[in-house]
């Protein structure tokens, strides 16, 4: 036995008789889930929540049915392999509008979490939004916290099962509405109401209504705060964009502690006590169902019902509002007056988030003002690379697809450059007519003399110009193959 072990007690426990029963521990590896019942509460933060609730929701339900240039505004159509966005035409290969689009909402998010924290979950995402619904709808009908409670509890009757069918039934009624809503921004809406109330939808356009709804029942109506805290990705990673100067919803602990009961008018501060009655009309309130007394949750949704209900409860009881307050870190450790937070606000990542989404947002409004109504694509004819005429020059043969997006018709022409005397002709003649928001395949070939097109590969440009309006042109490049 080595040195080390020599002077190790060990400990003989004694043996278990054969006969004596061995209990057992169990050990929950997962938490059961417990029921949320959010309390009801009015306050200047949730009459917010319901402007952007309302705003968010005009905006989804009623574009589809607005109409520019007697065109749906807002519509992707995929068969068609166009997008109409508030008047513009967007095409396949403009897909870096789509990716320009996704940064400039990504690094606007980091902007907004890194100054104001989760205030676009709080207030805009969906699924705060619909839960919102779900939850009016459920007040509504099965009355407030405690009337849902004693319902929940309570015997499965008559009176249960009219309510909890009532429930589900505008639920579903909702849900399938949001459901189409979403398939009108890929059919257009119009023409899909008019399939659905004469149940001729397609396989696919009655999928994704069906599938929508239900995970807009699913997530709103069953899962709710489990959506937000084991389901989204932003509440991990949220924290990575915070600091101490970021605004976030806070309890003020050295004020509010230590909590207890008491009566109106009392001298509480004589017995030691803190403003915080201990209530608990803050967990009471909150969808998530957290504690913002126990310090900063990632669960926290920023929705700020927990500072309603708390002025709610300071008014009553003639303190100061504020307990429970949107503030930062630093102010709350009084390395500054609250009054100077702003003062806080441009910090380097928020000057380097900013800085990267007003680059974005100014390069996509500059080439969307410049953007032309005219896309050309160029390929070459395979089959025969290159072939000798009558008349002795080489020919290669190309097809051109144009594409028009602008509101009204254009004729183009069609001139190719990069060769000495090279001759272009079109199988439709010298003029093509594109009609309005249309396209066209035009076979093109172009003719050279041989002493110009040597063997290999030459550039030449193809250019496509509206006779109608010249500024409207555009430049391709492609080859020439020689001999």
């Not at 209530?279 to 500072?307: H, M, N, S, T, W």
Request: net charge positive; proline share 4%.
């Amino acid at each position: 036995m080595s040195q080390s072990f020599k002077n190790i007690p060990i400990k003989v426990l004694p043996a278990t008789p054969a006969d004596t029963p061995v209990e057992l521990e169990e050990v929950v590896l997962y938490e059961k889930h417990k029921k949320v019942y959010p309390r009801w509460i009015t306050g200047r933060f949730t009459q917010w929540r319901w402007f952007w609730l309302v705003a968010t929701q005009l905006f989804f339900y009623g574009v589809p049915w607005l109409n520019i240039h007697d065109r749906q505004m807002m519509l992707f159509d995929l068969l068609g392999r166009k997008f109409y966005v508030f008047g513009f035409i967007f095409l396949p290969q403009d897909f870096i509008y789509l990716t320009a689009l996704l940064a400039m909402s990504a690094f606007g998010l980091f902007v907004w979490t890194s100054i104001g924290g989760r205030l676009w979950c709080g207030y805009s995402c969906p699924q705060t939004v619909y839960t919102e619904i779900f939850l009016w709808v459920e007040k509504w009908v099965e009355g407030d916290r405690l009337a849902r409670i004693k319902l929940d509890n309570g015997p499965m009757n008559w009176r249960r099962l009219r309510l909890k069918y009532t429930k589900h039934a505008i639920w579903i009624l909702i849900a399938l509405w949001t459901g189409f809503t979403f398939v009108g921004y890929f059919t257009p809406i119009r023409e899909l109401a008019s399939k659905v109330l004469a149940f001729q939808t397609g396989p696919w356009e009655a999928f994704w209504i069906l599938f929508y709804g239900f995970a807009t029942y699913g997530n709103a109506g069953w899962m709710r705060e489990q959506v937000c805290k084991y389901m989204c990705p932003y509440a991990r990673f949220q924290g990575a964009m915070f600091d101490p100067d970021t605004l976030l919803i806070s309890y003020d602990a050295e004020r509010g502690e230590p909590r207890g009961s008491r009566r109106k008018g009392e001298d509480y501060k004589a017995e030691g006590k803190g403003d915080c009655i201990d209530c608990k009309l803050c967990v009471q309130v909150c969808p998530v169902g957290i504690d913002i007394r126990d310090g900063l949750q990632y669960e926290c949704i920023a929705c700020g019902a927990c500072i309603d209900a708390c002025d709610s409860v300071m008014d009553k009881m003639g303190y100061a509002r504020g307990l429970v307050r949107y503030t930062t870190e630093n102010a709350l450790a009084h390395k500054y007056p609250e009054r100077e937070i702003v003062n806080h606000i441009l910090r380097p990542r928020v000057v380097m988030y900013g800085a990267v989404l007003l680059v974005v947002t100014v390069g996509v409004t500059l080439s969307l003002m410049f953007k032309l109504p005219l896309a050309v694509n160029v390929s070459r004819d395979r089959n025969a690379l290159m072939r000798e005429t009558d008349e002795g020059l080489l020919e290669n043969s190309y097809q051109l697809q144009l594409e028009n997006t602008d509101e009204k018709a254009h004729r183009f022409v069609i001139r190719a450059d990069g060769l000495p005397e090279m001759k272009v002709l079109t199988d439709q003649g010298e003029l093509i007519e594109l009609p309005s928001n249309s396209s066209a395949s035009v076979g093109v070939r172009v003719q050279v003399e041989p002493q110009y097109a040597t063997r290999g590969s030459r550039k030449i440009y193809f250019e496509v110009q509206a006779v109608d309006d010249l500024n409207l042109k555009v430049r391709a490049k492609s080859s020439f193959i020689g001999k």
